[in-house]
């Protein structure tokens, strides 16, 4: 089973929407990681602003360890440490104080926490922490999210993404720019879906969440993952 992102796009079946999100939770590397899993989609402002000095990296370093994978995490964590701790405080200190107005500009917030601020994050890296804090405003940026926005025919910026894809394979890197510019797809996404269905459920977040998931391989019972989903929403504040 995997979701048909391109027929889902422009689909107006809440059903749908919501059988594509429990996807996420049948993926083979969710499934092994469901631990870790459940305590990330529960962190959020709330559970940052309390945490100390040596708190808020002990939260980074397991934040590295879920977002990065084999000797890709070995460099990242290597890079996390030449942060110190009074550096790393004085990111979250910037992030915990922004607005609803700075929350608006994606390019501002992704250079609240992207390195140099937090040596060790780039884009992906850095969309992905916004989108745990302030899953209303964002949505983690990755290849495999691009490789679903490359299959939505309806897609105004489809040849963009496309170029963007490109560059991406090629430089294993992204520009501030094609980083915000996916945000902002995932963010009019919800905002549409939100007026369809006359609900507030939907945040970039989990538009990112759909994206990551589509045309990936799933594990597990369907009935099992919509109690996943449940507790989820519920968001319960996670335990460190």
């Excluded at 990936?216 to 369907?222: D, L, M």
Aim: proline share 3%.
């Amino acid at each position: 089973m995997a979701v048909d992102i391109d027929n889902l796009w422009e689909l107006r079946d809440e059903n749908e929407w919501l059988d594509a999100l429990d996807c996420y939770w049948l993926n083979p590397t969710v499934c092994k990681n469901r631990d870790m899993e459940h305590f990330m989609h529960k962190v959020d402002l709330e559970y940052v602003q309390r945490l100390d000095i040596q708190e808020w990296y002990e939260f980074l370093n397991k934040y590295f360890h879920w977002k990065y994978t084999g000797n890709h995490l070995h460099e990242r964590l290597m890079d996390l440490d030449k942060n110190s701790f009074e550096h790393l405080f004085s990111a979250k200190r910037s992030l915990v104080a922004v607005d609803g107005l700075e929350l608006a500009d994606s390019g501002k917030c992704l250079n609240l926490v992207k390195s140099p601020r937090i040596r060790g994050l780039d884009c992906p890296g850095a969309s992905g922490l916004l989108a745990l804090i302030f899953k209303e405003w964002f949505g983690t940026v990755d290849h495999f999210v691009l490789e679903s926005l490359c299959k939505i025919e309806s897609l105004p910026e489809k040849q963009r993404i496309r170029e963007i894809r490109a560059w991406v394979k090629i430089k294993k890197d992204w520009k501030e720019s094609d980083a915000v510019l996916v945000i902002d797809i995932m963010r009019r996404k919800a905002v549409q879906l939100n007026a369809w269905f006359d609900t507030n459920r939907w945040t970039p977040h989990k538009i990112a969440m759909i994206l990551w998931t589509s045309n990936r391989p799933v594990w597990a019972e369907h009935h099992e993952v919509r109690m996943v989903r449940r507790g989820i929403d519920e968001q319960t504040p996670p335990q460190s």
